[in-house]
């Protein structure tokens, strides 16, 4: 059971920090209050969260086939098969560490543990949406409903992060090739004219001096440009296995002005699809709210997400504590004000992440479509002023030739 680090206030206003066990961040924010403690921030205890996770590579197989393995449930849970058994089939299309678990889970259902308990003990495959989901089912007895619900929504992650990934790519890989194509003039054509140009004795234009002193310092210092792709794996690394290296990038992306309503988009979408799903299937609000905070993955969302959850707590609508929001848009408490005076709280979340997954779409393509013209125009801007600062003294060294 993984250790959590709370920090949470007394009735008599004084400010608490400890840490506990428990089978997610959600459970224990219950169980503090319970004890009549204002709960203001609960994560992961580092020395559980450390950086000794697997690759990305690792992580997308994971996915994939927690994804098949959902669907097989949803499959097979309808038609009458006993729980333990549907387990057991959804486990032959799995494979190692999703198998191995699926087999665990399977073991303590058949010993009397809810579903719900099981899944909470691997949460490295399980997370908290996926768990609170199943919780929701069991408590309104319509757990096959939850896994129908679970498949459509691990789906739909799963085709958003293709589109945004394969808009993003092309992009990297012109970078990539401009990158290697300037270092290649400047490393290895350019020093051939080099010796060419001030052996002729001839006065070099201003862009040709220029251009022979950056492959001077280029040359004399290469070995500080091979530490530049290091750091940036070494940053990387602090980023996502550190709590203060993912808050340093959350908040370096809502710093630039593109990538800031790209990301307020994401999160909007993020945040309204977990509280519609959660709430759909059967979770009071403020429990969906619990596992929606354990659930979004970005420090800064995760921090408004519990503000909003302490709004509601002391008695405000959603909308309201949405609407005071400097991470979300504002589009996003209009909906759920709107949902709120229908009636229809969990059809307008759910209209809401559809509204903000197409936008963050669109705006990763319009990124990327922008990104494109304007990494071939710096390239080629690199590249024509090479070649030009090399014809121009070919010139030059010619004209005086026929003095």
Sequence with gaps: MPTFAYQAVDRAGK????????????????????????????????AESGGGGSGGFFKFGRRREVLEVTRALAALLPVGMPLAQALRAASGVASGEVRVALEEVRARVERGDTLSTALAAHPQLFAPLYVGLVRAGERSGDIDSAFARLADQLDRDEQLRGRVMSASIYPFLLAFAGTVAVSVLMFFVLPRFVTLLEGSGAKLPASTSILIGLSGILHRFWPLLLMIPAAMVLAGTWMRSTKEGARAWSVLLLSVPGIRTLRQYALAARFSRLVGVLLGGGAPLLTALDDTIDSIGDPLGRDDAIRIRAAV?????????????????????????????????????????????????????????????AMIVVFGAIVAFVALSLLQAIYGINANSFK
């Design 313 to 373: 707590r002391e008695g405000s609508s959603l909308r309201a504590a949405v609407g005071g929001s400097t991470l979300f848009p504002p589009l996003l408490a209009q909906l759920i004000g709107v949902g709120e005076d229908a009636g229809e709280l969990r059809v307008f979340l759910l209209k809401s992440a559809d509204i903000f997954e197409e936008r963050t779409e669109r705006a990763t393509q319009r990124l990327a479509t922008l990104a494109e013209p």
């Design 15 to 46: 400010r608490l920090r400890g840490k506990e066990n428990a089978v997610s961040g959600g459970a224990l924010s219950r169980t503090l209050e319970e004890r009549g403690l204002l709960v203001i921030d609960v994560s992961e205890s580092a």
